[in-house]
T-cell receptor, first 117, second 113 residues
């Protein structure tokens, strides 16, 4: 069973460009979470999605950031008009459906390292 | 709010040495506590967890005990191997939004032969 896949693993963008980060959850998983790790910081929760629904986006910056998890295909984290402060590692995690809904037992991908020049 | 403070790294040990990585937390209510490990080039993997006071999580020779009185969850291993070289993250979840994991900054462990 393949793990959580993220691509690209490394992404370089110039200020003002758009960044698109992709996450394919583990097979059978319907819950996706995105976390950001700024330099010298721990991972910080950004958003929790189920198929076609954003459940909790309380950790997302109010502007330029958006996330989706369509019925078909990977989850996408999109950052418009990137700035140097967006340089970070972005991790995706997934979990299977359960009676309890979302769970703290999450399976993480290897992350995407975004560098903004 | 919730927070996790873990031992600053990097930590460098010789093979078969004893390992301790300290972790303390601040949380509302009764959090669940975790240790994750990230090997080079890979995603974070759950190493062990504990869900209530005095529980001991263990896996692959690693142990951590949930100490409510000291709000700590220190990671220990009696004899480390070169293959244990990785970044270790302490984390917690609590409250109604139990899916929101709060992480420490991570501790890089290097084990030399």
């Amino acid at each position: 069973n393949a793990g959580v896949m993220q691509n690209p693993r490394h992404l370089v963008r110039r200020r003002g460009q758009e960044a698109r980060l992709r996450c394919s959850p583990m097979k059978g998983h319907s819950h996706v979470y995105w976390y950001r790790q700024l330099p010298e910081e721990g991972l910080k929760f950004m958003v929790y999605l189920q198929k076609e629904n954003i459940i909790d986006e309380s950790g997302m910056p109010k502007e330029r950031f958006s996330a989706e998890f369509p019925k078909e295909g990977p989850s996408i984290l999109r950052i418009q008009q990137v700035v140097r402060g967006d340089s970070a590692a972005y991790f995706c995690a997934s979990s299977p459906p359960s009676l309890a809904g979302a769970t703290d037992t999450q399976y993480f991908g290897p992350g995407t390292r975004l560098t903004v020049l | 709010g919730n927070s996790v403070t873990q031992m600053e790294g990097p930590v460098t040990l010789s093979e078969e040495a004893f390992l301790t990585i300290n972790c303390t937390y601040t949380a509302t209510g009764y959090p669940s506590l975790f240790w994750y490990v990230q090997y080079p080039g890979e995603g974070l993997q759950l190493l062990l967890k504990a869900t209530k006071a005095d529980d001991k999580g263990s896996n692959k020779g690693f142990e951590a005990t949930y100490r409510k009185e000291t709000t700590s969850f220190h990671l220990e291993k009696g004899s480390v191997q070169v293959s244990d070289s990785a970044v270790y993250f302490c984390a917690l979840s609590s409250g109604g939004s139990n899916y929101k994991l709060t992480f420490g900054k991570g501790t890089l462990l290097t084990v030399n032969p």
